[in-house]
């Protein structure tokens, strides 16, 4: 592989579909020089020199999810805020709504309103926050039930650290591994593969309903080599965690692995585009 970026030819035909992208932290409605407009704005242009066909980002929908007392009256009151960035960008912005399970009755009423009669294609259950929650715990299971029936995508915040957990609603692979064999039919995001990601990896491997999503941490070496050995490159999805990450760091993992072209374009976009078929039929 020669240093730097593929061409521009190349990174297209690639169709890179990033899974996490995270402007202002999922923070719609506040379209200042710190919200997420400008942060859109910020990321277009490295978006544009990767050729990135489609961006995922899991907006807040007033569920409890933030410790923003404002914004989350005005989600509530004034559910149209949210859409205003999937209005913006229509050709490049996905969205899945982030969920609080400690509130399953508020975050069931999302999933109708978001899920089965709007836009959105999922949703992403937090690590940290009010709205965190260990994903084994059995508020989980109303919630994957109607996602299943919905037919929706659900990317868990996933992290092990040394010394223990930031917080005690933060989950890690292991405790994703014990959801996701509850509910085989469904496919989970493992987001970070753990940020631990030998250990991450370790953790799903035998769960094959789960995928692990690239970003997150600094890039490594081996990383995408032992994601591809242990669980095959179709439980691979990219995530650019843009705009907080750099493009080098995180698209660097996987046009700099050593890994076939076939696997790095199903990294890329292929498996991500597969797992949203289902729901983006519907729409």
Known sequence: MQPGLPSSQELKEYRIWDSYFTPSYSHPGRDGSSGIFADVERSLPVMRKAQFEKACYFPHVGVGTTTDAAYEKLAQSNPDVILKPLERWPDLLLGMIQLNANDVRASLDAL?????????????????????????????????????????????????????????????????????????????????????????????????????ETSGFDATAGFIEMAVRELGAERIVFGSHLPSRSLGTELGKIVGADISENDRKLILGENYRRLLQPILQQK
């Open 112 to 212: 109708n309103r978001w899920l089965r009669d709007g836009p959105m294609l999922g949703v992403y259950f937090p690590g940290g926050g009010p709205g965190a929650m260990t994903c084994s715990h059995r508020n989980f299971f109303p919630l994957v039930e109607r996602i299943i029936e919905l037919r929706g995508v659900i990317m868990q915040h996933t992290w092990f650290k040394t010394g223990g957990k930031q917080g005690p609603g933060e989950s890690t692979p292991s405790e994703l591994a014990e959801l996701a064999a509850k509910y085989p039919e469904q496919k989970f995001l493992c987001a970070h593969a753990g940020g631990e990601w030998e250990q991450g990896i370790r953790a799903v491997a035998a769960t094959p309903n789960i995928l692990v």
